[in-house]
T-cell receptor, first 112, second 115 residues
């Protein structure tokens, strides 16, 4: 069983809508979670990091973490066509050193 | 300031050839990570360094893969006797350290194609 799981999508939303991206992780002692955006042919770009239960907002992005449910999500408000990309969820687990464990990514398509 | 840089950006190798991929981390970043990304998949961890010490190499797929960071700055990932299954994008990332809040920043990657 993969330690971090995401729906591969594609997830399609209209311009201006809220895009909701979800990620679940295995039963380990988690430390921190990261959302990366990856455009086709490019490398991952860090969007958000979250370490504590609850919500964390940065501009149009909100990350939500629920450790009891082993669930982390990313909400993108007022979605724009330029948000179309693959979104990678990554986790860092206790006693795993600094390495990140990635999900397979969710492809998001924002339609004008 | 400058981000993580990697070279070459693209590498085509014939099966059996040795290749060397270079990573130059963000200045001052003591932690350096190598990941491998296959098409349509998330990055998979290979190895990481804290300064010049290689703390975890559990993700290296075989003994044909070797990584070093002799002076605690630039790192090289070497693949000996390349095979077609080695074709992937090799990503390097760096962070300030290993504190739980330290974020990792990726370079542009090296796309390796083994013919």
């Amino acid at each position: 069983q993969k330690e971090v799981e995401q729906n591969s999508g594609p997830l399609s939303v209209p311009e201006g809508a809220i895009a909701s991206l979800n990620c679940t992780y295995s039963d380990r002692v988690s430390q921190s979670f990261f959302w990366y955006r990856q455009y086709s042919g490019k490398s991952p770009e860090l969007i958000m990091s979250i370490y504590s239960n609850g919500d964390k907002e940065d501009g149009r992005f909100t990350a939500q973490l629920n450790k009891a449910s082993q669930y982390v999500s990313l909400l993108i408000r007022d979605s724009q066509p330029s948000d179309s990309a693959t979104y990678l969820c990554a986790a860092r687990f206790y006693n795993q050193g600094g390495k990140l464990i990635f999900g397979q990514g969710t492809e998001l398509s924002v339609k004008p | 300031g400058a981000g993580v840089s990697q070279s070459p950006r693209y590498k085509v190798a014939k099966r059996g050839q040795d290749v060397a991929l270079r990573c130059d981390p963000i200045s001052g970043h003591v932690s350096l990570f190598w990941y491998q990304q296959a098409l349509g998949q998330g990055p998979e961890f290979l190895t990481y360094f804290q300064n010049e010490a290689q703390l975890d190499k559990s993700g290296l797929p075989s003994d044909r893969f070797f990584a070093e960071r002799p002076e605690g700055s630039v790192s090289t990932l070497k693949i000996q006797r390349t095979q077609q299954e080695d074709s992937a994008v090799y990503l390097c990332a760096s962070s300030e350290g290993l504190v739980v809040t330290n974020e990792q920043f990726f370079g542009p990657g090296t796309r390796l194609t083994v013919l």
